[in-house]
């Protein structure tokens, strides 16, 4: 199994302002979070197939990346594509699912929350992620991602009751 997760939104709640008119804040942020919830679909489709191109053209040039599997944030595109092309056409899942997402769009800025689940050959694997976009020249771009496992086993759990 692929330990890599970008992962497909399938709706958008989105935040900003007050007002009901189609001039509305309110309005605009939901055309915003439509906006945003279609780059992330069509990057997802094409990742759910193997290749994850759709990601790396929906990233801006300054994205920053968080990932459990690396030690250290990852900054640029370059470095984003490089470790992109070492997983082309291997990402194999056989359903995956959004769960609880969340836009809240505010001027040029979008946060995508979500926990994600992703399901390959019985076994399961669920995150808990983070992107932010920024529009620029007219275009919803992701500047920021941020995937963590849902529950990680630690080495010394914290004695915390959550």
């Known amino acids: 199994m692929t330990r890599f997760a970008i992962l497909p939104l399938l709706f ?37 197939k193997g290749d994850l191109n759709g990601f790396l053209e929906a990233s801006d040039p300054e994205v920053d990346y968080f990932d459990p599997f690396l030690e250290t944030r990852l900054v640029g595109l370059p470095a984003l ?37 992703s399901h390959t050959k019985g076994q399961t694997v669920r995150w808990n992620t983070t992107e932010v976009y920024r529009r620029k020249n007219g275009q919803w771009k992701i500047i920021h991602t941020h995937w963590a496992l849902t529950k990680p086993e630690l080495l ?3 004695d915390v009751d959550f």
């Open 12 to 48: 958008v709640c989105a935040e900003a302002g007050e007002g009901g008119g189609s001039g509305s804040p309110s309005a605009r942020a939901d055309k915003d979070g439509e906006a945003i919830l279609a780059v992330e679909r069509g990057a997802f489709e094409r990742w759910a």
């Open 81 to 117: 594509r490089a470790l992109y092309e070492k997983m082309q056409g291997k990402v194999q899942v056989d359903s995956w699912e959004m769960i609880n997402p969340r836009v809240i769009v505010s001027g040029d800025m979008g946060v995508l929350t979500f926990n994600f689940a």
């Open 156 to 158: 010394k759990p914290f």
